[in-house]
């Protein structure tokens, strides 16, 4: 089985996220797409992050009746930072070792992907599926293939969909009072409104 793994902080899951899902599974012909949240992303431990368990109810509203979509709670169950490599190892160990595992990211994370714990080991364990982002260029291939050997055979590139909606614009509009609807599922705008989320 083909699985699509879709990971970020998801603060708030919007309505890209979801477009990126559907165009990633159509395309790579998935089996299914599953959302995990991130618990603590290291990436981002110097900005201040939701609690996990609003960010996964608004992933959950925001998936809810669509085939093939589903959430995981493996990242935010696991105590620690958030390692991709290690999330990775451990749903292949929880879901068999038969499946083929595809990881979603922004073509703009392809350039720290050196940073990323043990990236090579990464690579061994699923493909890697970079979608684009608005303004945000390709990194130079030829030089993360020096740093990651392998890398170029394990990575996927897609050229759509191409989404122009970010997590951080929502949480500003909110905080300046500012409709999002249409920018996020509308349960996940109720949901923030209901919670007082991003509100400053």
């Not at 995981?72 to 490599?85: D, F, K, Q």
């Not at 749903?91 to 392809?110: A, M, P």
């Not at 979608?131 to 020096?146: A, I, Q």
């Amino acid at each position: 089985m083909k699985i699509g793994i879709l990971g970020g902080t998801f603060d708030p899951v919007h309505n890209g996220h979801i477009k990126v899902a559907e165009a990633v599974k159509t395309q790579l012909d998935l089996a299914k797409v599953v959302f995990m949240p991130a618990g603590q992303p290291w990436l981002k431990s110097d900005s201040p992050v939701s609690p996990a368990q609003h960010r996964a109810e608004m992933v959950r509203l925001a998936i809810a009746g669509r085939l093939g979509f589903e959430l995981s709670l493996l990242e935010i169950n696991r105590p620690g930072p958030s390692y991709t490599v290690d999330t990775i190892e451990e749903f292949r160990n929880k879901n068999g070792d038969g499946n083929e595992l595809f990881f979603i990211l922004g073509r703009d994370s392809l350039s720290q992907l050196p940073r990323w714990k043990e990236p090579s080991r990464l690579i061994e364990l699923c493909r890697l599926v970079a979608v684009p982002r608005p303004g945000s260029k390709l990194p130079d291939l030829k030089e993360l293939e020096t740093l990651i050997p392998g890398l170029s055979s394990r990575l996927v590139l897609l050229d759509k969909p191409e989404v122009d909606v970010s997590a951080t614009q929502i949480r500003k509009r909110v905080a300046e009072g500012l409709p999002i609807r249409g920018l996020v599922p509308e349960p996940v705008a109720v949901y923030i409104k209901q919670h007082k989320l991003y509100v400053v």
